[in-house]
Structures are given as C-alpha cells and as structure tokens.
C-alpha cells in the first residue's frame, strides 16, 4: 500500500486522469465490530473473515485488540502470519504492555501497524483517566515513540476526540506526529457529533495543526444518533484519507459506520466526492453474509446495500418504470454490489469444483479438507432435496467452519417421540472422542425442550436459552432450517449454529455447536 507523506489524503495513482483521491479504508469488523454485544467470533471465524476482508481489498484489518486476551492475541497473530496484500493492525492503550503485546501480535505481517489510543476529552480525563493534561499528551509521546521504535507505521487516536477542547486536540496531535505518529485517528467515540461539526473538526486540524501534512487523517464514527455514514463522508469531504468502518456497521453499541455504505456512496457519487478506493464492490454482499453468519447478527432486511430489500422493487410504478428504464429507480446495480443473479445453483450431478466456485462467490475460501467435508454433506443433501441454493450451501459450510475448531461432542444419532397429548421422550448418542453415550429422557414440554434435557445430562453442562431463532435457509418446504442459538453458561453469552432438514437435528447441532465452544473457551 501506498504511504503518504502528503498531508491529510493521498491522490490516485498516476494516470487517473481525473485526479481522484484514493481513500484508505481500514476495517474494524474483528475488532470495534467484534465488541458488539454477543458477537464473538473464534479463532477459526476470524481467519476467515480477515482472508475475506483482504480479498475485498481493505487497506487495513484491525484484527483485534492483543492484550485483552490470550484468545485475541492468537488470532491477531495467526491473521499477520497467514494474511497477506493488506496492512495487518493490532490495537493498543497507551502503555508499554499492551503496545509490546501488539507488537508481539503484528510484527509476522510483512505491512504492519500498532493502533495506540488515549482519550483526551474533558469528561475522560477527569472520570476515566483522572490525569491532567500535560500528562496525557506526555503518556501520548511515550506511547507513540514506543510504537514507531518496533514499525513505521504508527497510528494514533485520541479518544473521544470529537467531544475535546479544540486547543487541547491540536496540541495532543501535533505531538502525536512529532513523536512518530503516520496516521491520526479523529473518533466519535459516543456517536455525538454532526456533519458539519466533523467537517469543521478535520478542517481546523488541517489549519492549525504545523506538522498535520506528515500524518494521514482519519475517520471513525459511531452510529448512536445514526449519523455515522453520513459523518465519515463530511470528514473525508474536509480532508480525511481513512475511514475507519466494519461490515454491516457492527460495533460497540449501535455500531460503527457501515463500510460496505460508505464505500458504495463514494463510488456512487464520485461526481461530487472525487474519491476512489481499492475496494472490489463485487464481493461486498458475500463478505457481508459471510460476517452476519460467524457473528450470528442478522442484517436487517432494508439495511443499505446488502439488505434483502435493498434492490428489490414492490410497488407496481416502480416495476414499470424499472422495466423501461432501470435507471428511474436504481442507483446502483446489483451486480456492483455482488448480490447473485441467480439464486438456484447447484444439483445431485454437480462436482467439487462446482462447489469450491460457488463457495468463492458466497465468501468463503475453504480448506481442501472443509471442502471435502461440506462435498460429502453437500452429495448426502442433494439425495434427499433435488435443488440445492446458495442458501443451503452458507447452511453447510457455516456449520462446517462453526464446528471446525475442538469438536469435543458430536452428535451420532436421535429418535423422538411426541405429540400433543404425550409428554415427548428424546433418545440421543451423542459421541466424545471415540466414546460413544445414549441418553434417554421423557420429559419437557415438547420435542426440543426434551432433546435440551438429554443432551444437558450427557455433556454435563448446563445451558440457559436466551435466544433460540430456526430460519429456512432457503425456499420450499424441504428446505434445510438453521438454528442460531444464544445461551448462556456461567454468565458468559455463547452461539450456536445448527443445520439440517430436520428442524430437531438442527436443534441438538446448534446446542452441540455452542457447547464446544464453551469447552474450548474453558480450555
Ligand atoms: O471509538 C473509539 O474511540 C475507538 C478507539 C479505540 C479508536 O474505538
Ligand atoms: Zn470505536
């Protein structure tokens, strides 16, 4: 990637006649996105949404925060050994251990960065902090130089930027920059600002900060009073040359700016921003999937760009004028955005390689032996259903990267009795290793309560439900149902995902799902 020394943004590459200027986007999905409440991914998943998002081509993963645990700091790592075209970041506060446990993370990426945050407003250091002034901008230059003696490429971000004093954020960023800093992050930590405060944020940077042209600015917008699409744009407007963003907008609370919304708007309207970016919109729709199934947060339906509805016309003037003339109603096409053409794809004759394609074009890159397994379920599928759509494909290799990592319990087989004036009776094995257990249990107050109770017994571990939806993966009534499963174990929040034709073997392959993942996690 490119760096630049040349202020707050850097141009296209040359012979880009029109002069645009090409934004950095730098992807939080696996970090700020992660923090969304229940949407924890492991190891496993993150691997493959940071291959995902450098396939898309973002500039830079933050691929997570390395100090906050040893699970984080693994996959930071395990990202920067193994991903490669990208810019690989791990997040730090401003003090030696967490900036030496980033370092630690980051340093097998051959394009590395430490992210290193402090906050400077008021309310954070008088509450939070309880440090004066010139002791944050001192803790500031110890932390950045720290930093930039382990990589070059430093980035810095006062904390709740957008909510300090204006006098006291030029200072802390001149110094920032004077200590090593080669990006300035300006963020809105609360989702407070407007558009056109942001705007006069970055443009006040630019003016009265000396040594603002050695850095690159950036933006990073929360999405509390839903302004945080439309404040990235404003600061890239006023000069900023990053957006920090995350797929689906996910994030701390209401989240952070949409990636997949602001990079859409910028090459929607280059008209009048005049700003490009490396992004391969085409695959926008399928990292999207791909993020909503490993976080278990669904996209809401109208969501911009990747919703369902996003480029579906109802009413019958809109058909009629999109049958004359798409442009009377569409901004965008549907194949810019990589939503499919055709949605039925697959049959009992198609090859592996069929599949591998097909799987590419949803997102994920598999593993030869992943593809094996989702192949042989895949063929056992297609006996039983004669046309298999891409939502049956996510269906199974969902659950084949969900299931990938230490598959402690593994279901053999199942029987249930009930109906409506019987207590329903639920025979489970359920295999551990190479032992295998049946568990028998009448009780319950339907079918899947009773399969919950066997399959408590067996493993030993206790669930409370907290969510518990089943979807049709695809249309038909011999359609696979997915369960997504919340529950909670010891006060700690867990997913599961199941897949099947039968809506009970879901049940249990979503329960035997979230279970492992508490095995592991307790490992
Ligand atoms: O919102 C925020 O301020 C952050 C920082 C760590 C950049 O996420
Ligand atoms: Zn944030």
Redesign the pocket.
Known sequence: MPQSTSGTAETSEPGNASNARMIRIFDTTLR?GEQSPGASMNLVEKLEVAQALADLGVDIIEAGFPIASPGDFEAVKQIAQTVRGTTICG?ARCNDKDIDAAWEAVKYAPQARIHV?LATSAIHREFKLRMTTDEIVERAIAGVRRAANYCDDVEF?P??ACRTEHDFLCRVVEAAIDAGATTI?V?D?VGYITAKEIFNVFSMLRERVPNIDKAVLST?C?DDLGMAVSNSLAAVEAGAGQIECTINGIG?RAGNAALEEVVMALKTRRDFYHCDTRIDTRRLVPVSRLVSKMTGIQVQRNKAIVGRNAFAHESGIHQDGMLKERSTYEIMSPDDVGVAKTDLVLGKHSGRAALADRAKTLGYTLSSEQLQTVFDQFKRLADKKKDIYDGDIVALIQQQISGSVEQEWALVDYEVTSGTARTPRVRVTLKQGDREFTEEVEQGDGPIDAAFWAVEKMTGIELVCKDFRVRSATLGRDAIGEVNLEVEHKGKSYRGVGASTDSVESTILAMLNAINRIVAKDK
């Open positions: 700020d997040l945050f971000s904390e709740d992050n963020p930590t990073h929360h701390e």
